[in-house]
Structures are given as C-alpha cells and as structure tokens.
C-alpha cells in the first residue's frame, strides 16, 4: 500500500483566560522556525487524536503559537475542539485540492493562540481525486512551504497534523510535509508490531520523499498502572526504542475521555486531572527535546 502511493516520486462559554495556567505565557523575545509535527499511527483508538488536542492546548499554554491541521475525515479533532460540522464550510479538503487556501480554513478555537483547519468526510475521496497527479504525495507539502508569510498565520510555531488511522495517501502526504512525527503509541499487547509497521513507513518516505524527516518521539498512552501488561508494554517499547521514547506517559483517565463530549481540551475540562497534566509535561518535553526552550518546571 505504502510503495504504490509513493509512487513515481467548541463551547465558548468557558474562558480559558480565566485559568493562570492556560494564561498565554508571554511570548519569547526570539521567534523560533516553524516545526510541522504529524502525529501518525496507523492503528486507530491509541490516543492520537486525544494527543494531537492536549498537546497543542499545553503548547499554547506554555506561550506557543499552535495550528491543528486535522487531515482525518472522521474530523475528531475539530469536534474535540468545539468546531460543530456547520462551522466547517471551508476545510482540509478544500485546501489539499486547491479550492481555497489554508488561511481560509482555519478557525480559532476558545484556547488562546490554538487554532484548527477542520476536517470534513469530503477528505474520503481525497485519494482517488489525486490518484493521477504528479505531486500527490507533495500537496500538503506545498500548501504548507509558504505558511510563514501567510496573512493571519505568521506567527504559527508549531503544526500539529492530526493523520487518519492508516497508511494512505494523506498519512503520506503529511510525512512528506512534517519535519518530524510523534507516535501515540497504547500501553497494549500489539503496540511493538504497529510500531515496527510505521517505523518502516517512515524510512520508506525519508528515502523517497522526505530526506529530513525524523522521529521526534513515542508518547506512550492509555497506561494503567494497576495493569501488569501496561508496565510491560512500557519496558519493552522503551527497550526497543531508547531515548526516542518520551518519559511523560498518558494515564488512561476518564476525564480525558469526556472531555470531547463537551467539545473542550482536558486541559480546559479539568486542568488538575492527571491526563491534563501530563499533556503540560509532555508539551514541556517535546520543547525541550527540540532545544527550544528549557523545559517548565
């Protein structure tokens, strides 16, 4: 599947103002290049979406200019983040095809400095319309190249690409785009299989289309400590993987489950849960691990 795409080449009645900790942090006086992070796992129901959400909440907490691209058709990611199916009238789709450009698309969300270009069941035949076209592989690449000098979006630091559940054209399309992925990888049985999976996926579009792409890291998730297997999943990934492995882990937690019910981050639901917490944690490392900032306290 892989081989032949790469082919020939939100409730706004909260205000999240009101909370100290999701008060934008003031902006750093050195503006740093941009960073595209696709959050890519080609198994469905391991914490990707509910990752690439909390993640981009914690990083424009903690003074970051962050965009959600949401490039799955299922659109989870805009409804966890209070973008109603009414309020997409311009989305991925309409920007990977050409029709409108990505300033078009994005809507703000009721996070300070985190917005999202939505998603919409329209992405569905997205494949078979780019089948034939020489750059496939390479339209997010090219919508993206010029979001610097984009009115409205300059001041973007951080693209978090939310990919659908498997291996196609637009999860490629987004690694050729990205700088680099993070893989939410759960604390269950078949991750290390997934994961190998994925890992030769990545080599396959360093070597064919994207030469800088590398793995920014695995943020394990769902972990239950009562669970033996959970602790066992976690030695073996980390023995496997080494450093490459964040050491925050996502606690299964009810709250963050709710929480997209009510169209809001966990961090917005309940900030003092332990899934809230940890996305702060992990927002903090993935910083530090890209030598931007020191890590929060």
């Given at each position: 599947?892989?081989e032949?795409i790469?082919?020939?080449?939100a409730?706004?009645s909260?205000?999240p ?57 299922q ?27 990505l300033?078009e698309?994005?809507?703000?969300t009721?996070?300070?400095?985190l917005s ?5 069941m ?25 979001i ?60 064919a ?10 943020v ?21 993987m ?5 050491e ?11 929480a997209?019910s ?7 639901y ?9 996305y ?11 030598g ?6």
């Amino acid at each position: 599947m892989t081989e032949a795409i790469l082919g020939d080449s939100a409730d706004r009645s909260v205000d999240p103002s009101s909370d100290p900790v999701l008060t934008p942090a003031e902006r750093p006086s050195v503006r740093h290049p941009l960073r595209i992070l696709a959050l890519a796992n080609q198994k469905g129901g391991v914490g990707k979406t509910t990752t690439a959400i909390n993640l981009g909440t914690a990083l424009a907490a903690i003074g970051e200019d962050v965009l959600v691209l949401d490039l799955d058709p299922q659109g989870n990611a805009s409804t966890g983040l209070g973008i109603d199916r009414a309020r997409r009238q311009v989305s991925t789709y309409d920007v990977m095809t050409g029709e409108a450009s990505l300033a078009e698309a994005v809507i703000p969300t009721a996070v300070p400095r985190l917005s999202i270009a939505p998603s919409t069941m329209d992405l569905l035949g997205l494949e078979m319309e780019l089948a034939t076209l020489p750059d496939r592989a390479h339209r997010l690449r090219g919508v993206l190249k010029d979001i610097a000098q984009a009115k409205g979006l300059e001041r973007i630091s951080y693209v978090l690409i939310d990919c659908p559940p498997s291996l196609n054209l637009l999860t490629i399309n987004a690694l050729a785009a990205a700088d680099a992925v993070l893989v939410p990888l759960q604390c269950e049985f078949f991750a290390l299989e997934g994961l190998s999976q994925l890992l030769r996926t990545v080599e396959q579009v360093r070597g064919a289309l994207n030469p800088k792409l590398t793995i920014q890291g695995i943020v394990l998730t769902m972990f239950d400590p009562r669970n033996n297997l959970s602790a066992q999943v976690v030695a073996d990934v980390r023995g496997f993987m080494g450093d490459k492995v964040y050491e925050t882990v996502i606690p299964r937690n009810v709250r963050i489950s709710e929480a997209p019910s009510h169209g809001k981050p966990a961090l917005l639901y309940d900030l003092k849960c332990a899934g809230s917490q940890a996305y702060l944690r992990l927002a903090s490392e993935v910083i530090q691990r890209e030598g931007r900032v020191p890590a929060a306290a």
